[in-house]
């Protein structure tokens, strides 16, 4: 079975810093996808950013990239010059081809003024 | 485009009655999910449709729990009796294929009494 882990229940840091994410996978499989979703406070779950594990080149978008060691089995998220409405809920989730989303526990993330 | 559409968004009952839920996916997704979100956790898949076809539905509880996605377009979830443990967000998700991004609804927050 895949399982999630996401060390950091909480971080908190200054508006314009680079915050970074953890998240560690377990997996049998070769061939899998791993995202993070962001979900603010009572609002919905967006997609921020998406891996396909047999692509070597870390995806980014805008602010938001990635760090996927897929030897380690590590996909962690890089937020640089945070802003406050990236104050939410990071969920690191993987799937395995048709798969379920397997999501971790979740880093509550807090933007500061 | 319109995004994925949840009602109720809010849900108050006592226990022993039953609830549905109703979602609509976004238009051309045939893969739909139901997940649950107990508080502060990430969501845990409790069915998958692929167009009307349930297929995976091995975390749902079938005593209390059922689902349907008549015509392979909008479905109901439905608990009958609710118990106090059900209070939660139920997310609907949908994606294009088994194997693509799914994008999520706002959820219905439930609250048993």
């Known amino acids: 079975a895949q399982t999630v882990t996401q060390s950091q229940p909480e971080m908190s840091v200054q508006e314009a810093e680079t915050v970074t994410l953890s998240c560690t996978y377990d997996?049998?499989?070769?061939?899998?996808?791993l995202f993070w979703y962001k979900q603010p406070p009572s609002r919905q779950m967006i997609l921020v950013i998406r891996?396909?594990?047999?692509?070597?080149q870390n995806a980014t978008e805008n602010r938001f990239s990635v760090n996927f060691q897929k030897a380690a089995k590590s996909f962690s998220l890089k937020i640089s010059d945070s802003q406050l409405g990236d104050t939410a809920m990071y969920f690191c989730?993987?799937?395995?081809?048709?798969?379920?989303?397997?999501f971790g526990q979740g880093t509550r993330l807090t933007i500061n003024p | 485009e319109a995004g994925v559409v949840q009602s109720p968004r809010y849900k108050i009952i006592e226990k022993k009655q039953p609830v549905a839920f109703w979602c609509n996916p976004i238009?051309?997704?045939?893969?739909l999910y139901w997940y649950l979100q107990n508080l502060g956790q990430g969501p845990e898949l409790l069915i998958r449709?692929?167009?009307?076809?349930?297929?995976?539905d091995s975390q749902l509880p079938k005593d209390r729990f059922s689902a349907e996605r008549l015509k392979g377009v909008d479905s109901t979830l439905k608990i009958q009796p609710a118990e106090l443990g059900d209070s939660a967000v139920y997310l609907c998700?949908?994606?294009?294929?088994?194997?693509?991004?799914?994008?999520f609804g706002p959820g219905t927050r439930l609250l048993v009494l």
């Open positions: 989730a993987f799937a395995a081809g048709a798969q379920k989303l397997v």
């Open positions: 997996t049998s499989e070769s061939n899998y996808y």
């Open positions: 998700a949908s994606s294009e294929g088994r194997e693509e991004t799914q994008y």
């Open positions: 891996q396909e594990a047999y692509k070597q």
């Open positions: 449709y692929e167009n009307e076809e349930a297929v995976d």
């Open positions: 238009s051309g997704h045939n893969t």
